[in-house]
């Protein structure tokens, strides 16, 4: 594979997966390599390779004669996903907190738009934003395994926030990420660490308590 295509198929993967995350590609929407290859202006080979590699981190899945679609998750696969989560972003937090001097502005821009969205009552762009500070903080943690660990759980991290998001208030759910800011920008990784993964686990308590709920009004069987 000559490096001219290998990048474009990075490229490719890149913008696929920010679609995914961003819900523009809805779970269970069909993905077709000559669509895609249209409105990307390239060839489908980039296309299949990316298809491909979306789906070793689990955000895509595909069947034989049906072709590839983004991969839908439910209440059942998002739990176990929540200790993982938790301990990957505390471990970002921790790390983030030791390497703020390379940016320490970028948390409190994806703030500040969450803040914005939600003056707006504008969800979507706040969930986009709250996606994106959690990014930005792992990516502030200068681990590419700890990236990449934390890109596998990608559609179920997406799902969790599209989804739960509208459980809180859209400003009390901005702020809920300013312990995290203040300990990274002071550089006190301990606290960082456990604040990151607090906020993790608030969220892993609404999808246990909706899931009790769910099996309350299923009938027996």
């Known amino acids: 594979m000559s490096i001219a295509r290998t990048v474009l198929r990075e490229q490719v993967k890149d ?8 819900g523009e590609l809805e779970p269970g929407e069909r ?16 296309v299949r390779e990316a298809l491909r590699d979306l789906e070793l981190l689990r955000l895509v899945e595909s069947e034989p004669f049906r072709g590839a679609r983004v991969r839908a998750v439910d209440d059942s696969q998002l739990l176990p996903v929540f200790p993982v989560r938790a301990a990957l972003e505390e471990l970002a937090a921790i790390e983030a907190a030791r390497n703020a001097y390379r940016d ?17 009552a504008d969800w979507r762009t706040q969930i986009d934003h709250d996606l994106a500070f959690h990014r930005t903080m792992v990516q502030m ?10 890109l596998v759980l990608g559609i179920e991290v997406s799902t969790a926030f599209a989804t739960y998001q509208t ?3 859209q400003t009390e759910l ?23 993964r607090k906020h993790v686990r608030r969220t892993e308590r609404v999808v246990r308590q909706r899931t009790r709920d769910a099996r309350r009004r299923s009938p027996a069987s």
């Open 15 to 22: 913008v696929l997966l920010e679609r995914i995350l961003r």
């Open 31 to 46: 993905l077709v390599e000559t669509r895609l290859a249209r409105e990307l202006g390239t060839s489908q080979a980039p």
């Open 104 to 120: 320490p502005g970028a948390l409190d821009r994806e703030l500040e738009s969450m803040r914005e969205a939600a003056a707006a």
């Open 141 to 150: 943690a200068g681990n590419e395994p700890l990236l990449q660990s934390w």
């Open 167 to 169: 459980f809180w208030d």
């Open 174 to 196: 901005a702020e809920f990420h300013v312990p995290i800011v203040e300990a990274i920008r002071a550089g006190d990784s301990r606290r960082a660490g456990a604040e990151a």
